[in-house]
Structures are given as structure tokens and as C-alpha cells.
């Protein structure tokens, strides 16, 4: 069967509020490819609950912003992309306002919530606690009336067009066509999301496996800041193992958390009790369910008015009453899950990789802006903010094309190797959450990573097939995470260790990797 070849201004790979926007962005400058391996509307933003932190209020300011993020990112931030986060932020709100999307508001005037790390009510929110879900809906409907844009579901990019100095395109299998595409193009853009999906307790879609990260790994860019893996504090808890992400609003509209015995704990942790920034909140609740018998505490939303919150967090309430829980009246169980990943392809202020023609945005990106802990919902703003980036880096540093050919080997699936790949998935899963969680030390990061080694020994990966990929991609990430969390021997942000509990001043800097070779360690660079 041939390979199809489609040539293009922009290549786009994701389909999250990071990818949509730069398609947005791209199309006033040419003809935007947008590839996602499953549909538009399935993504890690579409579920983002809190909202988009941002200076909106007359009582705030741009440097409590700047302040607020790097106070969360504990000494690791890029001083001058975080600057650039909290300035732009503003102007990309307001060009969405004017677009037509509606924030939650009451007499003209803006709703901002409050979250964990903030000194500061800054947080945008739509339909209440459905802001991802809003936002990503607005700019779908944008798109679908773009000419410019193209969609491309069920496409599954599985390598990038590259010899390790420039990028051409991507190479792409439609598996419900069952054909091969080579796309072409003189900027290709990295938004497909992080890689908590691919721990078994996670609030992220099934499809957050981290597969643009390795892309730009094999194709030879840097990975940066793997070992800082962020934990949202309170996810639903059940003996299933099903879970909802209960938003860090909640706590900011006057929520308490509550051990076994019903007794409020973060007050002795920390001055902020449960507005503490995350890292903190999940560390402190890990350390509380040690000590008790149940595997979960209480998020204590009682003291909110329940007509209130149905209306501020709807969706919350309806998973809520799936399980059998009224909130507010009812205690909620809940615990911390892998949430957002810090760590990825290495950018630079203009979302550019190491290599010419490939950019890379949100939480595919590690542009330094969330340092060592990401504070709430700025998340959805580096979408913005850095999406916007790297279509006018693309289209001041265009570049040629010529000589990509459509020939090569053909991508298949193999249905043979499909049970072997589910295995090793939930193996690796859950071996990632018991060894590489909120709490690590060198011995269990060590029998982890020597697990993975094993795993990645005894599989039969067969060249250019689809689930042989899928392992490949998963177990190289696996090993990255276990590696990154080894080499970084002190405790900080959402990086915790057992065996180097407190923080080192010697590394404050980076651990950056390119395929086949070392874990090299860079001082903090403010690019």
C-alpha cells in the first residue's frame, strides 16, 4: 500500500487548549494540519477544572503573579519565561473575551476564584468548574469555521521527520483507515500533553501517555525536568480505583481536609493550611494517610453553601453523586494522583527545541516556567501564552522543505502483540505509583528502574508496529522518570526524597538528556 503525503504550512501534534490555540494562531499565516490520535474534544485541558490564572482585577498586579509562580516553583523557575507568562497572559485573556468566549461573570464583572499558592483572587473560570471543558469548546467551534484548518482524528504520530538537526513533518498512521501518512511542513508544534496518564492513579484522559515527548526524544531534542512529577492533592478515592479530580477551588472557596478521625491537619503544616501550594498539600496528605489506617481523608465542603456549589462546581457534584456522595453535605474521600507533568522537550522563550523547524507548547513543553511545582491553573495560561510563541517563531524562521520523500516502511498493527502491551502497561502503571510517587528513595528508584530494564528485555518489539511503539514510547519514559528521580539527590518542589530530604543549593539547575546519551546536569539558565 502507498504512503500518502500531505504538505502543509504548520503541522500541529495535540489536540489539548495548547495545540488548538497555535492552530488558531497559525492559520492567519497559511494551511494547519492538527493531529490527535484520538478525537478533538479528548484531552487533559478538556478536563481541566480550575480555570486560567491571570491578573484580571484592579487589586492585583502582574509582579503578586510573577511572585506567587516562583514562590511555588522553589528556586528552579526561568526568571524570564515566568515574566513573560504573567504579561502576555493578560493580552491572550482579554483576545479570547473579544473573540467571544465568557468567562463565569456577575454584573459585567469577572469571577475569580482563589487557589492554593495565590495571595490573590485571579482565577478565570467558565460553566464553574468546567473551564477546560468551556475553553476548549470555544476554540473547537472557532476552528470548525476555520478554512485553513484541517483535523486529522484517529492519527496516531509515531515518528518525527528528522536527523537530529532539522524537522520536516511527521510520520502518521490512521488507524481506523489503516493507512500511512507522511506530513510535511516547515514548523512542526509539540502540544500533545505530559505523561501522568501513564501512572495508574491519575486524574488525566487514558490518552495522556507523554507519545509527543518521546517523539521529540527519538528525534533527537532535549528532555528536561522529568523527575518533577506533580500530584494533585485531592482526587476521589475509591476501592475501584475510579477516580475525579476534586479542583483546588474547592479548598479556595473555604473546604477543609480531614483525617480518619475527622480532624483538620494542614494548619500544623503549613501557614496557609489547605491553600498551601501543591506539592505541599499532597506531601502532607501522603504523610497523613501513612499514619492512619484508611488508604484516603475527607475533603469537608460543608461550611459551602450548597446551592452555591452545584452551581460553581457542577461537574464535581455530579461525579460526586455517581459514587453515592451529596456534597456539599457529605464527606468526600479522596487522595493525591499524578496530575501534570513539569518536565519535557527543553524550549526556549520562543517555544523553540533544539532543533530547527521543531517548536513545542504547554505541558509537552519544559520552558522552566513552573519551576520545581507548578502553581494552580497557570497551566492553561502557558497554553496560551506559549502557543502564541511558537506559530511567530515559526513564521519568522521558515525553512525548506524539499527532499522529504513519502517512501518507507509501513506502519502496521499486530493484534498479536496487543495483550503482551496491556500487560506491561499496567505493570509499568502501577510500578511507577508504588516506586516513583510523592515519596521516593534510591532503593526503590533503583528496583524500579531495574523492572522497567526487564520489561523492555522480555518484549518482542517488532520494527514499525503500533503496540511495539507504544511499548517503546511508554518504557523509555518510565526509564526517564526513574533516572531523572535518581541523579536528582535532594528534596524539592513536588520532588521528594527519603534518603535526600532536604533541598541542596548545589543543584539548582537542570537535568537535561538527549537520546543516546547521558543525564547531564545545567545550571539554571534564564534564556
Not at 22 to 32: I, L, N, T
Not at 171 to 189: D, G, H, L, R
Not at 398 to 418: D, I, M, R
Not at 424 to 437: D, I, K
Request: charged letters at 25%; one cysteine or more.
Amino acid at each position: 500500500m502507498a504512503i500518502l503525503k500531505n504538505e502543509y504550512k504548520f503541522i500541529i501534534i495535540g489536540s489539548g487548549l495548547a495545540g488548538l490555540y497555535s492552530a488558531m494562531c497559525a492559520s492567519k499565516f497559511g494551511k494547519v494540519a492538527v493531529l490527535t490520535k484520538s478525537s478533538i474534544d479528548e484531552s487533559s485541558s478538556y478536563w481541566a477544572q480550575g480555570g486560567i490564572a491571570a491578573v484580571m482585577d484592579r487589586g492585583d498586579s502582574i509582579e503578586d503573579h510573577y511572585r506567587d509562580t516562583i514562590n511555588a516553583g522553589q528556586g528552579l523557575c526561568n526568571e524570564k519565561n515566568v515574566q513573560i507568562l504573567v504579561s502576555e497572559g493578560k493580552e491572550r485573556i482579554h483576545e479570547l473575551i473579544n473573540l467571544g468566549m465568557k468567562f463565569d461573570s456577575l454584573d459585567n464583572q469577572l469571577l475569580l476564584g482563589l487557589e492554593g499558592g495565590h495571595t490573590r483572587r485571579r482565577i478565570l473560570h467558565a460553566g464553574g468548574s468546567e473551564t477546560g471543558k468551556k475553553v476548549v469548546e470555544f476554540v473547537i467551534n472557532e476552528i470548525k469555521e476555520n478554512k485553513n484548518i484541517d483535523v486529522y482524528e484517529n492519527s496516531y504520530v509515531y515518528e518525527i521527520v528528522s536527523d537530529g538537526n532539522i524537522c520536516k513533518g511527521a510520520k502518521v498512521f490512521n488507524w481506523k483507515e489503516n493507512k500511512n501518512y507522511t506530513f510535511v511542513s516547515p514548523a512542526t508544534i509539540l502540544a500533545s500533553g505530559g505523561l501522568s496518564g501513564i501512572y495508574s492513579r491519575s486524574t488525566n484522559p487514558h490518552v495522556t501517555t507523554g507519545d509527543g515527548i518521546a517523539l521529540a526524544y527519538f528525534a533527537g531534542a532535549k528532555l528536561s525536568d522529568l523527575e518533577f512529577m506533580q500530584f494533585h492533592p485531592t482526587a476521589f478515592y475509591s476501592e475501584t480505583g475510579e477516580t475525579f479530580l476534586v479542583s483546588e477551588a474547592v479548598r479556595g472557596e473555604g473546604a477543609f481536609l480531614l483525617n480518619e478521625n475527622h480532624e483538620r491537619f494542614m494548619t500544623a503544616v503549613d501557614e496557609r493550611a489547605e491553600l498551601a501550594p501543591r506539592d505541599i498539600v499532597a506531601k502532607a496528605i501522603y504523610e497523613e494517610i501513612k499514619k492512619q489506617e484508611k488508604k484516603y481523608i475527607y475533603i469537608d465542603a460543608r461550611n459551602i453553601d450548597a446551592k452555591y456549589f452545584k452551581k460553581r462546581f457542577p461537574n464535581i457534584y455530579k461525579d460526586a453523586l455517581r459514587f453515592g456522595f451529596n456534597l456539599p453535605e457529605d464527606l468526600l474521600p479522596i487522595a493525591p494522583a499524578a496530575h501534570y507533568t513539569i518536565g519535557g522537550v527543553k524550549t526556549d522563550s520562543n517555544s523553540r527545541t533544539n532543533i530547527k523547524g521543531l517548536y513545542s507548547c504547554g505541558e509537552t513543553a519544559a520552558n522552566g516556567i513552573h519551576g520545581a511545582n507548578r502553581l494552580a491553573s497557570n497551566s492553561l495560561l502557558e497554553c496560551l501564552v506559549f502557543g502564541k510563541r511558537a506559530i511567530e517563531s515559526a513564521v519568522n524562521e521558515e525553512q525548506t522543505t524539499q527532499n522529504v520523500q513519502e517512501e518507507g516502511k509501513y506502519f502496521f498493527v499486530s493484534k498479536q502483540l496487543e495483550e503482551k502491551f496491556l500487560e506491561v502497561r499496567n505493570v509499568t502503571s502501577n510500578l511507577l505509583n508504588e516506586s516513583a510517587g510523592i515519596l521516593r528513595d534510591g532503593k526503590t528508584l533503583r528496583e524500579g528502574l531495574s523492572q522497567i530494564n526487564k520489561l523492555k528485555e522480555d518484549f518482542s518489539f517488532a520494527a514499525n508496529e503500533y503496540y511495539s511503539t507504544r511499548a517503546k514510547f511508554l518504557l523509555t519514559l518510565s526509564e526517564l522518570i526513574f533516572k531523572f528521580a535518581l541523579e536528582r539527590k535532594e528534596s524539592r518542589g513536588c520532588h521528594s526524597r527519603k534518603d535526600f530530604a532536604d533541598t541542596n543549593d548545589n543543584l539548582k539547575g537542570n537535568l537535561i538528556i538527549r537520546h543516546e546519551s547521558e543525564i547531564k546536569f545545567e545550571n539554571l539558565t534564564q534564556n
